[in-house]
């Protein structure tokens, strides 16, 4: 099971997979170049699957690596920094990049770092509205306690 995770940098992809495959925080990492591969074998109640996360760097610059990575995907993370709202801004583009071809895909919205709430810049109630219009389910996460992460990789 293919998942591509998609956010602009220093939103938390990172974290939040390494969290999910190796039950692991690092506050400090160095940056994604490109695209990151991890994966995790999960238990999906009748039968064992291994589930591969694809982290994609950024937006505007890799555009066509986007696109290449993501293909034949099951599943795509759209994360944004929820005191970032320019993270959250440019997941419009991500999701029109990706609209033509994998309509079939499972999409989630996740905002992170929810434990920073005093400088939130992107209300739940807005990024819950634009997971709605665009089809999609939203979900807070804080990576390094592991909040909500069983249940979005559970979807």
């Known amino acids: 099971m293919k998942i591509v995770v998609i956010g602009e940098t220093q939103a938390g992809k990172t974290s939040i997979i390494s969290r999910f ?5 690092e506050a400090v990492r160095p940056f994604t170049t490109g695209a ?3 994966e995790k074998v999960v238990d999906l109640g009748t039968k064992k699957e291994k589930m591969q996360l694809w982290e994609l760097r950024g937006l505007e610059q890799f555009r066509e690596v986007i696109k290449f990575y ?5 599943g795509v993370l759209f994360v944004f920094d929820i005191t970032n709202r320019e993270s959250f801004r440019r997941l ?3 999701l029109t990049l990706l609209d033509d071809t994998h309509s079939h895909a499972e999409k989630l919205l996740i905002g992170n770092k929810i434990d920073r709430s005093s400088e939130r810049e992107v209300a739940a109630d807005e990024a819950e509205a634009f997971a709605t219009a665009n089809g999609m389910r939203y979900y ?4 390094y306690t592991h909040l909500t992460l069983p ?3 559970s979807v």
């Open 92 to 94: 419009e583009a991500a």
């Open 140 to 143: 807070e996460t804080v990576s």
């Open 36 to 38: 990151q591969f991890m």
């Open 151 to 153: 249940t979005i990789y």
């Open 70 to 74: 993501a293909r034949g995907a099951h």
């Open 21 to 25: 495959t190796h039950d692991i925080f």
